[in-house]
């Protein structure tokens, strides 16, 4: 099991940036997909982006391709999600989570952060 942990949420006005990370404990970490997903008010969770273990294979949402970039740093058990142009329709809780298997599924996901609040306001 990992342990998650997401900062770097807060409200930005669109257009703007912001950067999250998700710390990890545990030492499967460097082995794991990792990924984001995001809920927002009302909605589903829903899958912005994947990272595969060596950080060579990434995927993403049609929504957020070309305006966000998510990376990793298994030195420092860390995944990253760089959000560009952001949109009032990206305001939603981005959460962080582990897989072993590589997927873009949330159910295939075994470990999940608790969450970072994004607004983007217009």
């Known amino acids: 099991q990992v342990q998650l942990v997401e900062s770097g949420g807060g409200l930005v006005q669109a257009g703007g940036s912001l950067r999250l990370s998700c710390v990890a404990s545990?030492?499967?970490?460097?082995?794991?997909?990792m990924g984001w997903f995001r809920q927002a008010p009302g909605k589903e969770r829903e899958f912005v982006a994947a990272i595969g273990w060596s950080g060579s294979s990434t995927y993403y949402a049609d929504s957020v391709k070309g305006r966000f970039t998510i990376s990793r740093d298994n030195a420092k058990n860390t995944v990253y999600l760089q959000m560009n142009s952001l949109k009032p329709e990206d305001t939603a809780v981005y959460y962080c989570?582990?897989?072993?298997?590589?997927?873009?599924?949330?159910?295939?996901?075994?470990?999940w952060g608790q969450g970072t609040q994004v607004t983007v306001s217009s």
């Open positions: 989570a582990a897989s072993v298997l590589g997927s873009t599924r949330e159910r295939q996901y075994h470990s």
């Open positions: 545990g030492r499967t970490f460097s082995s794991a997909t």
